[in-house]
């Protein structure tokens, strides 16, 4: 059967004290609202429909790029749940079949829950299914109401509950998955004859009932699956319970974690069998890590690749680049954008690369930035090398070739070339093309005066002393 998804995002989170819409902090390295998107479109909903309102242009901004084809709906106005859903009807135009409602700050549901609540669905036939949970302090949320024999009654709201029905610990998680007719339909007869004078989803279900159609319940053991983050401290808890989640998975399958509680892994990051991570690492993005690596203290890798074997050493940073097979990184290296180290390369502290292929077996182990670079195998970059790629207008391509030889303090103007087994004196300016096996010096000759040294230093303290003369 067909399945579509509303995501509903347009609150403004008043209680997280913060500029910022609250779906746009952070969980896991990505912004919240980014969890239940995947989520929905995991179980195969498309459409996916976002409603938007409070900060709509910077949320549909910000999510736009990471999801292609994402639809949205505008709620200018905050009349409440049902009227949300009701922005989202013309993006479904023309859709038939079931509709997942969520919340985009509910970012812990998983797959396997929305599958089983369609399963719901399926054994009630009816047009509507819900999620609920069990609170050990259930103030604010509609209690579930059944019979005797367990069965769905109503959703009663807690201010319009007794006290008997306040006892009640199950309540509603307000996620729902509704037939797309119904829901048109029951849209459509939604009041706002309440004290909010606001449309509410809850009373979907009550239509459901008077219509005669049995309503499906799903309960959720954990309820933290389905805790939305209100507060910041509230976000805070949902991060570490995620945390824990994609740890715990990492783990089963044959990482090594030191610490899994300061160890941050974002949710579409890879990691293989047999690497070991040190405490304090963060992994983001769609990173993806071989087998066998070592990531020591302080790495923060994002969009970044690695081959099996690799070794990262303390507080290097690597940014949508790559290292092979057997490289060395660090400490304190940087990897930035396009960066390419390749098979049994190193690259030592301080180091810094950007948009350079580094050969394999090649070395630069000390001090040194390469940019706009092409550096063949076995070629060896000494401590205080820099390539000067950029004039203030354009970017040029410094092209090493292998087995090169680059001494220490060595700047390379590009454009230029270096040919195979070419050698390098340290200290050299290089502005024009080295030849293969060629020696290159390229600094001011030094001059020696004999015994000059003495008199420069009786120089320099009588200005010394003149100076401090006239101050005092």
Do not use: W
Not at 84 to 91: G, N, R, S, T, Y
Not at 144 to 167: G, T, Y
């Amino acid at each position: 059967m067909a399945l579509a998804s509303v995501i509903l995002a347009a609150g403004q989170g008043t209680r997280m004290k913060s500029e910022r819409a609250k779906v746009l902090h952070e969980l896991s390295g990505e912004p919240m609202v980014h969890h239940p998107i995947r989520l929905a479109r995991s179980v195969g909903a498309d459409p996916v429909v976002l409603v938007i309102g409070h900060q709509a242009e910077q949320v549909q901004k910000t999510v736009e790029p990471a999801f292609p084809g994402l639809r949205f709906g505008l709620q200018s106005e905050q009349k409440g749940t049902g009227h949300a859903v009701m922005q989202a009807l013309p993006a479904l135009e023309g859709f038939h079949g079931r509709v997942l409602i969520l919340y985009g700050d509910v970012p812990l549901l998983r797959a396997e829950t929305l599958k089983a609540l369609g399963g719901v669905l399926d054994e009630t036939k009816g047009p509507l299914a819900l999620i609920t949970t069990r609170l050990s302090q259930p103030k604010g949320y509609g209690r579930i109401v059944r019979d005797e024999a367990h069965h769905f009654l109503k959703i009663v709201e807690e201010k319009d509950a007794s006290p008997e029905i306040r006892q009640i610990t199950e309540v509603n998680a307000g996620i729902y998955s509704v037939d797309s007719e119904f829901l048109r339909s029951a849209l459509s007869r939604l009041k706002n004859d309440n004290a909010q004078k606001e449309y509410y989803l809850t009373d979907l279900v009550a239509i459901a009932k008077a219509d005669g159609h049995s309503v499906g319940t799903l309960l959720v053991d954990d309820p933290t699956e389905v805790k939305g983050a209100n507060t910041q401290a509230e976000l805070a808890e949902l991060a570490a319970t995620l945390r824990r989640r994609i740890n715990l998975g990492h783990l089963e399958r044959g990482v090594t974690m030191i610490d899994p509680e300061r160890t941050y892994v974002g949710t579409e990051v890879e990691i293989g069998a047999d690497t070991v991570i040190q405490p304090n690492v963060h992994l983001g993005g769609r990173t993806k890590i071989g087998r066998g690596c070592t990531l020591d203290t302080g790495v923060v890798i994002q969009n970044g690749i690695l081959g099996d074997r690799v070794t990262v050493r303390p507080y290097t940073v690597i940014e949508d680049a790559q290292a092979d097979r057997g490289a060395i990184l660090g400490p304190f290296a940087r990897l930035r954008p396009g960066a390419v180290v390749m098979d049994e390369a190193h690259v030592g502290n301080f180091v810094e690369l950007k948009k350079t292929r580094l050969g394999k077996g090649a070395k630069a182990n000390h001090l040194a930035y390469l940019g706009d670079a092409e550096i063949g195998a076995g070629t060896n970059v000494g401590a205080g090398t820099i390539t000067c790629n950029y004039d203030g207008y354009g970017k040029y391509l410094t092209e090493i070739g292998e087995g090169v030889f680059i001494g220490s303090n060595s700047t390379l103007v590009a454009p230029v070339q270096i040919g195979d087994q070419a050698y390098v004196a340290a200290g050299s300016v290089i502005t024009d093309q080295v030849a293969e096996a060629d020696l290159a010096f390229g600094r001011a000759r030094q001059v020696n005066k004999s015994g000059r040294a003495k008199a420069l230093r009786a120089e320099a303290m009588e200005k010394a002393k003149a100076a401090k003369g006239k101050k005092g």
